[in-house]
């Protein structure tokens, strides 16, 4: 007869997972000292704690596996259970390449739009604009995207392709928990749903301009953030970026010191 240690040993496992095995079925002592309550197991258990070990390896849930060695470890039966795994393997392997594909692109984005900002950031004055558009608030920022899709779709532009400069504004500033997400195009005829839009003049803002629509406009805006933190600047909002028809996109953002002179 062999301790629990012993066992775990010669198996290679661990006593807490022989314990847990345990308290599943999956393995019973063949002996407990009734004084001490220690485990003891007969020598061909080790058989049975590998077989445990190798199913659990191949993703094999404990419940399957105590089916398996309690109606016996047919052939039929394993080639059965090892093809199923083996779907859901191949569905694992589809779904984890997409998503490290989609993980690389954003990676790559977000690294062009940093190093686009670096080279490009600059600090100008804006102007105010007013413009004819639409309106939408928002709770957080994950609702940003589908709420400018709305408000395009209203104004019959296209965000791939917009055929006139289209101006997007967010504006956190005004309510704790809201975002007001608004939508112009410049030099077209409104349609009757819109409004006077706003957009605030400021006296120094950071502006950027990117080549190419970023993947992530978020992660475009994260980025400016980082950038302005480089140079010691907070954004005070409102956001305001523009979707030129050539397919570039300036943000432009007013700006404050992290220092304030007036603090001094």
Not at 139 to 157: C, K, N
Not at 161 to 170: I, K, N, Q, S, T
Not at 205 to 225: K, N, Q, Y
Request: proline share 4%.
């Amino acid at each position: 007869m062999e301790s629990i240690g012993e066992l775990a040993r010669r198996t290679g496992t661990s006593r807490r997972m022989l314990r847990h095995w345990e308290a599943e079925g999956l393995l019973e002592p063949a002996g407990v000292d009734p004084r001490t309550g220690r485990r003891h197991y007969a020598a061909s258990q080790a058989g049975r704690v590998r077989a445990i070990a190798g199913l659990r390896a191949l993703g094999f849930g404990l419940d399957a596996i105590a089916d398996l060695l309690d109606q016996g470890l047919s052939e039929s039966r394993l080639v059965e259970l090892l093809r199923r795994r083996e779907a859901e393997l191949v569905d694992r392997v589809a779904a984890d390449t997409a998503a490290l594909a989609t993980v690389r692109e954003r990676l790559r984005s977000m690294e062009a739009s940093r190093s686009t900002i670096a080279s490009t950031f600059a600090l100008s004055s804006l102007a105010a604009v007013e413009l004819q558009g639409v309106v939408e608030t928002v709770e957080d920022e994950t609702e940003i995207p589908d709420a400018v899709g709305r408000l395009l779709a209203v104004l019959g532009a296209d965000a791939a392709a917009p055929d006139r400069d289209v101006v997007l504004g967010f504006d956190g500033t005004t309510h704790e928990r809201t975002i007001v997400v608004a939508a112009a195009l410049v030099g077209a005829a409104p349609p009757a749903a819109t409004r006077t839009i706003s957009f605030p003049s400021a006296e120094r803002a950071a502006v950027v301009r990117l080549g190419e629509r970023p993947g992530s406009t978020a992660d475009a805006w994260i980025a400016l953030d980082a950038e302005l933190e480089v140079n010691e600047l907070r954004a005070t909002g409102p956001y305001r970026q523009t979707l030129h028809p050539d397919g570039s996109v300036t943000l432009a953002v007013a700006v404050n010191g992290i220092v304030d002179p007036a603090d001094d």
